[in-house]
């Protein structure tokens, strides 16, 4: 199957829980959850110790994340990339949430991940 034919409810069906793993890992401040849906080359870019300087960071900068809104998809064969404006709790700058999801050997992984 081709990630082109799904629509975007499919996309977000697959991608919303993923993405509650990864917030969600990052406002417990928890590795494992944060990076239990992640690839095995996205898993080898950031060690525990870099993970946990960066929730310190982003927590003194933006607070804890809170909702986020579905900004857009945009798909390839093999991939889809979803864009969420994150709310953070003591910030009201717009913060993106960029994912991107790749099917590899019949099951959907997170490929790349990105708060800017």
């Given at each position: 199957m081709s990630c082109l034919d799904l629509s975007d409810a499919e996309i977000v069906k697959i991608a919303e829980p993923m993405?509650?793993?990864?917030?969600?890992?990052?406002?417990?401040?928890?590795?494992?959850?944060?990076?239990?849906?992640?690839s095995v080359d996205l898993k080898s870019l950031i060690t525990?110790?870099?993970?946990?300087?960066?929730?310190?960071?982003r927590e003194a900068d933006w607070g804890l994340p809170g909702s986020r809104e579905l900004v857009t998809i945009f798909r390839k064969h093999k991939s889809f990339t979803v864009i969420w404006n994150q709310q953070y709790t003591r910030t009201d700058e717009q913060i993106m949430v960029l994912v991107?999801?790749?099917?590899?050997g019949g099951r959907y992984f997170v490929d790349y991940f990105l708060l800017h």
């Open positions: 993405m509650e793993d990864v917030i969600l890992g990052v406002s417990r401040r928890d590795y494992k959850l944060h990076s239990t849906q992640f525990h110790d870099e993970f946990l300087q960066a929730c310190d960071q991107t999801i790749a099917l590899k």
